[in-house]
């Protein structure tokens, strides 16, 4: 009975990870948590509601986002300090797909930014099932870098016509920018005055108080400020009524046909925010001295967003600023962001009243602040110097989404990030390997700090082997052998890093590759995985041992084999190497 309720236990920490830390809390951290809670609220708040306006949805639909996705993430996740909830870049990417389909019906915007974040869901759930938490590593950080930083100008750019009281006629951001001189004569001077003033809040606030949410403090005084003035009459633009009615659970009164238009961008956002979470979980999760597991990370994120859509929110992911407050803050465990959802669910559910005397400047300036701290064009820049290749990625992603939008953007990003892959394996890096003074194995790389072993070609392939390599790999040694002084009389490959599964097209051409450079009177050696490889040899009907092809336990057997089989010859000697002599070739490398 024990065992069994063992198991049971031992199964829901394994789907709950975050219960551990439940389980294990200590009385200690409570204080610390509450005060982290009330950090990440005061700073969640107004990021949330601002971030609502950038969806295009009602403001208290963002902290809607925030109050399921977070409880959900506590149990299901696996760091201890990450906060999800409405982030900028995934705001952008909602909007950007849902506002053109939408074409101004406000009910069907929800709706549709609800489909996509259950969509997102979904495509985490699939890449959690079948352990693609290795897509962490897939979009590389130049690739991110110049996505984030496009992305922060598109929501800076978009945010000035609220900062400054007109509306963008343009969609496209090159558009708004071109048409921007058009546009002075129509700057509200009440709705940029009030703007001023929470830009002055914010830097004053940076300034003498840094320690205290300055986002939450700009709404907070600009709110009293709009209500005491009664700043309506003067046409200052504030949020209004957000006493709403969530829609009823029902058919989507879109058409199917529109929803199909989500799945392949609800693809790309799932990639993206799983990519982004991942970057802030792993750096917090260092920070604090543990590990995370990115698939159930992945699951996490996937039950997180369908959570949100279950709320009638939209799509959230790891948001990097409160986060930071968390961890600032004290934060020990996920019980900051159960307080928090609490929080932000009461003041969601009870005190709505005050959120309608809020500027659309005020939640403007606060957009705008948020998606400067995505701005580093200065780290982008040094990327020149450092890495030109990975300037080259950072900038064509950065460039692509100002000139075609961000959700093509996202996608020539995670194509970029796959032709980044495609290339490493198709094309990688190879060398010619020799012997030091210590008898050592190293790459010959021109210096003196090695040498060739005469008569014998030794190459390293540092990629796996597969299909669409095979035929460049069997072309790059041939190449490599012909540009030596002399042919080789023996040529080694080491098999570790290359053959790492049976591939019908690699064993085709490993077969042609023998029986080419057997026509040459050059012996083939492949140096490792040497019970691998005998089996798939066998399968694919290749000859091994002697008179067919030589396969030894690692490089250096190989080279000892290589040269009591040329001292068998110079004996005059039949050159068959029977297993009592091999064993007695195992010697140190350090004699070769």
């Known amino acids: 009975m024990d065992e069994s309720k063992g198991v049971c236990v031992s199964r829901l920490l394994s789907l709950m990870p975050g219960l551990a830390s439940f389980k294990d809390y200590r009385k200690e951290w409570f204080k610390d948590d509450v005060r982290a809670a009330f950090s990440v609220s005061a700073v969640a708040l107004p990021v949330a509601i601002a971030y609502a306006q950038l969806t295009g949805v ?18 299901f996740g696996t760091s201890r300090q990450l906060i999800v909830g409405p982030d900028a870049a995934t705001c952008a990417v909602v909007a950007a797909v849902v506002t053109p389909l939408a074409a101004g019906d406000s009910i069907k915007h929800w709706q549709l930014a609800m489909t996509m974040t259950a969509m997102t869901g979904f495509w985490c759930l699939i890449a959690s099932r079948f352990k693609l938490g290795v897509l962490a590593d897939f979009l590389s950080k130049p690739i991110l870098m110049g996505l984030l930083n496009g992305v922060a100008i598109t929501i800076i750019v978009g945010q000035a016509s609220k900062i400054l009281g007109f509306s963008f006629d343009e969609r496209y951001l090159l558009d708004r920018i071109a048409a921007a001189p058009g546009y002075l004569s129509q700057i509200h001077w009440a709705t940029l005055a009030m703007s001023l003033g929470a830009v002055l809040i914010f830097l004053l606030v940076k300034r003498f108080r840094p320690t205290w949410p300055a986002a939450m403090l700009v709404i907070v005084v600009s709110t009293l400020v709009a209500w005491a003035a009664n700043l309506e009459q003067f046409d200052v633009a504030l949020v209004g009524d957000v006493s709403i009615n969530m829609p009823a659970f029902q058919m989507p009164a879109f058409d199917i046909g529109i929803a199909r238009e989500l799945v392949m961008p609800a693809l790309n956002l799932a990639m993206v925010s799983f990519v982004s979470m991942m970057l802030t979980a792993r750096s917090f999760a260092a920070k604090n001295g543990y590990d ?59 005190f709505t009243a005050p959120l309608a005397f809020i500027p659309s400047a ?23 110097k450092r890495d030109q290749r990975a300037f080259l990625l950072a900038m064509t992603t950065f460039v692509a989404v100002l000139l075609i939008g961000v959700i093509p953007g996202i996608t020539l990003a995670v194509l970029l990030g796959l032709f980044q892959f495609l290339q490493v394996v198709m094309r990688p890096s190879d060398q010619c390997l020799g012997l030091d003074a210590k008898g050592t194995l190293r790459s010959l790389d021109g210096s003196d700090k090695a040498v060739a072993v005469p008569g014998v070609f030794i190459y390293r392939f540092n990629s796996p082997l597969t299909y669409f390599n095979a035929s460049y790999f069997k072309r790059r040694l041939l190449e490599r052998i012909a540009a030596e002084p002399e042919t080789p009389e023996c040529v080694i490959i080491d098999a570790v890093p290359c053959f790492t599964h049976p591939d019908i097209s690699v064993m085709a051409m490993l077969s042609d590759l023998y029986a080419l450079l057997k026509r040459r009177h050059i012996r083939l050696i492949l140096a490792g995985r040497k019970r691998q490889l005998l089996s798939w040899c066998e399968a694919q009907g290749i000859p091994t041992g002697e008179g067919g092809l030589l396969i030894r336990s690692d490089l250096y057997l190989a080279l000892k084999m290589n040269q009591a089989y040329k001292q068998a010859l110079a004996d005059g000697q039949a050159p068959v190497l029977k297993r009592p002599v091999d064993l007695d070739l195992v010697l140190e490398h350090s004699h070769l």
Not at 58 to 75: E, I
Not at 310 to 325: E, K
């Open 58 to 75: 009602n403001a208290l639909v963002g902290l809607y986002s925030c109050v399921l996705p977070m409880m959900v993430y506590a149990l």
């Open 292 to 350: 995370i597991d990115p698939d159930k990370e992945f699951r996490a994120l996937g039950i997180a967003n369908i959570a949100s859509a279950l709320s009638q929110g939209f799509a959230v992911s790891g948001a990097d600023s409160r986060t930071a407050v968390n961890d600032a803050s004290g934060g020990k465990t996920q019980l900051v962001s159960l307080i928090a959802a609490l929080i932000i669910g009461i003041i969601a559910w009870l």
């Open 362 to 384: 005020a939640l403007g300036v606060v957009l705008v602040v948020a998606s400067w701290s995505l701005l580093d064009l200065k780290t982008l820049w040094k990327l020149r």
